[in-house]
Structures are given as structure tokens and as C-alpha cells.
């Protein structure tokens, strides 16, 4: 069975940095580009992030580029979204999802307050 | 960005009865290759969104096959066919021609 497990979510203040892992199993995660998604209290879904395979090519979006990095260690079978300079409007629900599967993480919660 | 725009909003539907959900995207959703790039998803409360159909009619492994999609280009149609109490949630649907996935607002289904 496939399964995606988030971690590292927590409460930051503002301006501060976190780190979110992925951890995959039940897939040949080296084969399957990786996706971040994220979900505010009460919001629908926002595409954050993407790596492919390699790690070569990642992609953004507009209100996260410059802060966030997304990475990834296929020896792990786990990738990383480093999240820097946090502002209240980051606080969401952080989702992985394995590209072209439909298989998502359970989430995990970050909280950007003082 | 592809914007993505679903219909209705809200939809209160009695047990038994079909429900419909509609989403049209901002351009084409075809590939090269023939597939539609969209995929339906139901999110529970409290929970992950979980897929039920992908490439627009493809429904994904365990969905019941009261749950169909169609569509092409830029139209798109989810149908239940007879709605059930676990079938409550927000649905959404979702781009992935692009890298740069876009979700529609999302449809809340619930039972009247």
C-alpha cells in the first residue's frame, strides 16, 4: 500500500523558519515527482510546491518563492519543504502528494503566530 | 495559471437522490497524448482529500461506481448517481496538465 506520512509541523512566530518532511513507502518513490499542498482553516486547496524525480527542476508558487525550498532524498524516500521568513497567512495544513498517483499524505499543521 | 471554476457552491441533496457537480477550467485540459488532465477529489471532514477520479472518468481503485466523471477540453461533470449519507464532504477538482496543480473552489455536499 502506498502512504505518504507529513511531519514537522508545530507552532512558529512570525518571521521564523520550519522544516516539513515526506516520508513515502509502498511506492518506487525515486520514480514520482512530489507535490506540496496546503489548505488554510476553513480553505480550499493551494498548489505550493513541486520537485521532479531528480531533484534537478522545482517549481513554486508566486506567495512562496524566495522563502520556501522543496527538496528531496530519493536514499530516504523523502522529501523536504524548508519553510523560511513565515508570515500568518502561511498557517495551513501542509499536504504531500505523490504526482500522478492521487496518493496524499495525511497533513500536517503549521502555525505561523506570536 | 489555469483557473478552474466549480458549480454549485453548496449542494443539499436527499439520500437516494443524484447529485451533479460541474467545472470548467480557464483553457484545455487535453494533452497531446489524448487524456484530460482532471481529477476529482472528496475531502471528509478532518480528513485528506481523498481521489475518486482521475484523467476525468477514470474512477480511482475502491470508489463506489456510483461515482462517475465526464467531460472534455474544458467542461468537466462529476455524477453521483444515488447519494448516500458518507458521501458528505467538500469536492474538488483539480488540474494537473501543469505542474502548477489549480483546484476549484470546492462543492459542499450535504444530506437534507
Known amino acids: 500500500e502506498v502512504q505518504l506520512a507529513e511531519s514537522g509541523g508545530g507552532l512558529v512566530q512570525p518571521g521564523g523558519s520550519l522544516r516539513l518532511s515526506c516520508a513515502a513507502s509502498g511506492i518506487k518513490f525515486s520514480t514520482y515527482s512530489m507535490t506540496w499542498v496546503r489548505q488554510a482553516p476553513g480553505g480550499g486547496l493551494e498548489w505550493v510546491s513541486a520537485i521532479n524525480t531528480v531533484g534537478s527542476n522545482t517549481y513554486y508558487a508566486s506567495s512562496v518563492r524566495g522563502r520556501f525550498t522543496i527538496s528531496r532524498d530519493n536514499s530516504k524516500n523523502t522529501t523536504y519543504l524548508q519553510m523560511s521568513s513565515l508570515r500568518a497567512d502561511d498557517t495551513a495544513t501542509y499536504y504531500c502528494a505523490a504526482a500522478g498517483t492521487g496518493v496524499w499524505g495525511q497533513g500536517t499543521l503549521v502555525t505561523v503566530s506570536s | 495559471e489555469i483557473v478552474m471554476t466549480q458549480s454549485p457552491v453548496s449542494l443539499p441533496v436527499t439520500p437516494g437522490e443524484p447529485a451533479s457537480i460541474s467545472c470548467r477550467s480557464s483553457?484545455?485540459?487535453?494533452?497531446?497524448?489524448?487524456?484530460?488532465?482532471l481529477d476529482w477529489y472528496l475531502q471528509k471532514p478532518g480528513k485528506a482529500p481523498q481521489l475518486l477520479i482521475y484523467l476525468a472518468s477514470n474512477r480511482a481503485s475502491g470508489v463506489p461506481d456510483r461515482f462517475s466523471g465526464s467531460g472534455s477540453d474544458r467542461d468537466f461533470t462529476l455524477k453521483i448517481s444515488r447519494v448516500q449519507a458518507e458521501d458528505v464532504g467538500v469536492y474538488y477538482c483539480?488540474?494537473?496538465?501543469?505542474?502548477?496543480?489549480?483546484f476549484g473552489q470546492g462543492t459542499k455536499l450535504e444530506i437534507k
Open positions: 483553457q484545455s485540459l487535453m494533452h497531446s497524448n489524448g487524456h484530460n488532465y
Open positions: 483539480m488540474q494537473a496538465l501543469q505542474t502548477q496543480y489549480t
